[in-house]
T-cell receptor, first 114, second 113 residues
């Protein structure tokens, strides 16, 4: 089954403790992206990747890192998490970047930073 | 800032058509119009997209104004399962610049039984 898989689905952690949220897709998609969703603010893009070893900042990249060493994986790294990064995170992928490409989303990761 | 404007919420009766509007007055010639929806406790789900012509698929229809400054997502016969937040976004061809995607806050659609 074609899907985008995020892990973990839920995480409660403390300020400053490095964490990684993994994202994997099995559709051989070139484009992958991370979003955060907060009440009243909608979905905001954090980082995106057009292909392996190619990443770029979205609207809200501060405090996050990403890497794209393999086509299928696009982990989101919080080196020193802070409470304002408590949010619902979504990973998405599409066949390619560009205007006509629909995105497939994962089920989300709910992070709570205490 | 979001490049599209949608009403915060709308209501419709079950089994009736629903027209969800979206304004995008600053749309460029290479922007595609995409619609996604997010059901409660789920990730967003692709609905439909188009460039200039009206588009139909099994989920919905997309009507695009002649000047492309607005569009309407049409659900032909709403069911309770269509209650969701609907997002209208613009996506440009990355060959003309970056490929950032701006979602905005969407329209929360309530379906009345």
């Amino acid at each position: 089954e074609a899907q985008v898989t995020q892990n973990p689905r839920y995480l409660i952690t403390v300020t400053g403790k490095k964490l990684t949220v993994t994202c994997s897709q099995n559709m051989n998609h070139e484009y992958m992206s991370w979003y955060r969703q907060d009440p009243g603010l909608g979905l905001r893009q954090i980082y995106y990747s057009m292909n392996v070893e190619v990443t770029d900042k979205g609207d809200v990249p501060e405090g996050y890192k990403v890497s794209r060493k393999e086509k299928r994986n696009f982990p989101l790294i919080l080196e020193s998490p802070s409470p304002n990064q408590t949010s619902l995170y979504f990973c998405a992928s599409s066949l390619r970047g560009g205007a006509g490409q629909p995105q497939h989303f994962g089920d989300g990761t709910r992070l709570s930073i205490l | 800032d979001a490049k599209t404007t949608q009403p915060n919420s709308m209501e419709s009766n079950e089994e009736e058509p629903v027209h969800l509007p979206c304004n995008h007055s600053t749309i460029s010639g290479t922007d595609y119009i995409h619609w996604y929806r997010q059901l409660p406790s789920q990730g967003p789900e692709y609905v439909i997209h188009g460039l200039t012509s009206n588009v139909n698929n099994r989920m919905a229809s997309l009507a695009i104004a002649e000047d492309r400054k607005s569009s309407t997502l049409i659900l032909h016969r709403a069911t309770l399962r269509d209650a969701a937040v609907y997002y209208c976004i613009l996506r440009d061809d990355y060959e003309h610049g970056d490929d950032k995607i701006i979602f905005g806050k969407g329209t929360r659609l309530h379906i009345l039984p």
